[in-house]
Nanobody
Framework: QVQLVESGGGLVQSGGSLRLSCAAS????????MGWYRQAPGKQRELIAG???????NYADSVKGRFTISSDNAKNTVYLQMNSLKPEDTAVYYC??????????????WGQGTQVTVSL
């Protein structure tokens, strides 16, 4: 079993910044990719940023140029630096990880979610 623990959410004014962190622990042979989804009230969960173990990144158009994803492979941790935040960024942010277990099976895991609220 793998656990993902997120931190760093909160309330910030429009134009401000927040940094989210997500640490994975448990039965991990390797992590293939990590990233962040978000879900706003009444909307579907959307992928906003991902990073592979090799460092390749991808972003949703809505956050390009404002958000930066990075990782520390030694710590099994992924970060999301969010700058120039807008009220429409308000959502619950979920960390995910695609993990290869010691038995070579590949599973997707999710964090519990952290609330990000951007006020006017």
């Amino acid at each position: 079993q793998v656990q993902l623990v997120e931190s760093g959410g909160g309330l910030v004014q429009s134009g401000g910044s927040l940094r989210l962190s997500c640490a994975a622990s448990g039965s991990i042979f390797s992590i293939n990719a990590m990233g962040w989804y978000r879900q706003a009230p009444g909307k579907q969960r959307e992928l906003i940023a991902g990073i592979t173990s090799g460092g390749n990144t991808n972003y949703a158009d809505s956050v390009k140029g404002r958000f930066t994803i990075s990782s520390d492979n030694a710590k099994n941790t992924v970060y999301l630096q969010m700058n120039s935040l807008k009220p429409e960024d308000t959502a619950v942010y979920y960390c995910y990880a695609k993990v290869t277990s010691h038995g070579w099976a590949v599973y997707d895991y999710w964090g519990q979610g952290t609330q990000v609220t951007v006020s006017l």
